[in-house]
């Protein structure tokens, strides 16, 4: 018989653990730091203590940019097509179509900025890796029109893998119409402000996103034509500390100015109206509607 009976409860309680959704921290991978998820949208995708720039879809960099409620995109049904017949490349875009909500890896449109109306191209990563096919040189080409048209200055933010793969030589000819578009706009005395985000490579960097009039990039962006390995392994030698980052780049005066994210739309407004008076550039009233 038992001393004290059979106990009313138990001493030992199974704990069941809780499993932590996989979106409420992110962790730095520069640093190691966890930080909230929204704390880290909250701090424009900055890392607090690091620093570290995470990449930002096309949406949210329209909306860091910006004037508020500004922006109609256009060429919105413009996208890329198979020419070239290349095994799987039709559900690779529809797979990313899908994934992303975008019908290309760049947004074009008009908006403002400051009150200055102006033409713009956001580049996103996240649709094969912002790669330049026919649908992204023919948008960007049309943004550059666009200002040209409209006599207003050109900002593109571009984050690009370089040319895409899938659509050969036609994907490298657009590199060639975009810098030709960018020269009538030069003619016309009208500013073009580049804007280098991780990554902004090959074919892109080879083109329109080194030809602006001022060319801004985002701290620790990586920046560069071939990768560093492919350099290395066929070169057969070291490479400098930091080659290919936005930080030797300004060092060795490629760069006109790193910004940092939450100051980024400051200073872009800011080259805007050192511009004004110099070229063609008109500020616009707020009560003016975008045609």
């Known amino acids: 018989m038992a001393l004290f009976g059979k106990p009313k409860y138990s001493t030992v309680t199974a704990v069941k653990k809780r499993e932590i959704p996989p979106d409420v921290f992110t962790k730095c991978p520069v640093s190691g730091e966890v930080v909230?998820?929204?704390?880290l949208e909250?701090?424009?995708?900055?890392?607090p203590k690091s620093g570290y720039h995470f990449q930002l879809t096309a949406h949210e960099r329209i909306k860091l940019l910006l004037d508020g409620n500004s922006f109609e995109e256009r060429d919105i049904d413009l996208e890329g097509k198979d020419a070239l017949s290349f095994n799987g490349y039709p559900t690779k875009l529809l797979e990313n179509r899908q994934?992303?909500?975008?019908?290309?890896a760049v947004i074009t449109g008009v908006g403002r900025m400051g009150?200055?109306?102006?033409s713009v191209a956001v580049m996103d990563f996240r649709f094969m890796g912002a790669s330049m096919g026919c649908a992204v040189g023919e948008k960007i080409t049309r943004a550059v029109e666009r200002a040209t048209e409209l006599e207003s200055p050109l900002v593109i933010v571009c984050a690009s893998g370089g040319a895409?793969?899938?659509?050969?030589?036609?994907s490298l000819m657009q590199m060639a119409k975009v810098s030709a578009a960018?020269?009538?706009l030069a003619s016309i005395a009208q500013p073009y402000i580049a804007i280098l985000t991780d990554p902004t490579m090959a074919g892109v960097i080879a083109s329109f996103a080194s030809l602006g009039d001022i060319i801004i990039a985002e701290p620790g962006a990586r920046i560069g034509f071939a990768g560093a390995r492919v350099i290395r392994e066929t070169t057969n030698?070291?490479?400098p500390p930091g080659f290919q980052t936005?930080?030797?780049?300004?060092?060795?005066?490629?760069?006109?100015q790193i910004v940092h994210r939450s100051q980024m739309r400051r200073c872009v407004i800011n080259f805007l109206k050192a511009f004004n008076g110099r070229s063609k550039l008109k500020l616009v009233p707020r009560q003016d509607i975008l045609n």
């Not at 994934?99 to 290309?104: N, Y």
């Not at 009150?115 to 102006?118: A, D, E, K, M, Y």
């Not at 936005?246 to 006109?256: I, S």
């Open 42 to 47: 909250n701090n424009f995708k900055v890392v």
């Open 182 to 184: 960018l020269a009538r």
């Open 115 to 118: 009150g200055v109306i102006l």
């Open 36 to 39: 909230y998820t929204k704390e």
């Open 237 to 239: 030698q070291e490479l």
């Open 164 to 170: 895409r793969m899938q659509e050969g030589i036609l």
């Open 246 to 256: 936005a930080e030797f780049l300004l060092a060795h005066g490629f760069l006109d």
């Open 99 to 104: 994934k992303t909500g975008l019908t290309e």
